[in-house]
């Protein structure tokens, strides 16, 4: 009976069950619902200590937290706090909208071996209105978009052997973001890949109720979704880091 238990004890439910799990705590939730209501500069400047209380000491614990257990299965992508954590505070010189703050906190995980923007990554975003855990390409540049495009369509078969698993079926549907509606320039029309061929961008993930962040629940949710999307942000960085060490090789 013992032997039957551990065979179906998951890494997620270890994460679970063993030391406490972190989470942001309920008035994280409260405070970004406030900041939504209030963002300006002289409010939250009142609240700063709150909010680090209350939200950027739980977000360093969590990507700590990760770091250590990246080693397992996603070890080619960066969990740090300087690195990973995102900024509350917007960019507002070339944008309509000047509210100063941003209404969710966020972390990003970029891959070893590229510029942190760069390449597909991972990534979770907790708002008063839902938690998003997932990853991906997000935003290509053309250069990083052809050189993917032409790793699809070589590799097509490891990519669908990924994206039609069951169990990124069963988390994910199917491979997400935006499209074009013909295969693009280069490409035959009737290439085995043409579906893939048409992404420009390359995402999946998963949304839940924003109490999810405050629940014992989330780091093995968090978990559970990057162990299954590593492979797909794994596949689409191959050329990229090819390209990155040809350039330094060159230079």
Sequence with gaps: MAERTAR???????????????????????????????????????????????????????VERLAGDFRAFAPDFVAAPKVSLLRIYRDTRFSENKAPFKTQVAAVFPCRGLPKHHGAGLYFEVTPEWVWVGGGLYAPDTAQLQAVREHVAGNWQRLRAIVESPGFRRRFGRLDGERLQRVPRGFPSD?????????????????????????????????????????????????????????????
């Design 8 to 62: 179906r004890t998951t890494p997620e439910r270890r994460l679970a069950s063993g030391p406490r799990a972190p989470r942001l705590p309920p008035a994280a939730l409260t405070f970004l619902r406030a900041l939504k209501r209030n963002n300006e500069r002289e409010w939250f400047r009142a609240r700063k200590d709150h909010y680090e209380l209350v939200i950027r000491a739980p977000m360093v614990q969590i």
């Design 191 to 251: 290439h085995a890949a043409a579906e893939y061929l048409k992404h420009r961008q390359f995402i999946a993930g998963r949304e839940f109720p924003a109490s999810v962040a405050c629940s014992p629940r989330f780091y093995a949710g968090l978990v559970d979704v990057f162990r299954h999307l590593a492979p797909l942000a794994r596949f689409l960085n191959e050329p990229l880091l090819s390209e990155a060490t040809r350039s330094q090789r060159a230079g």
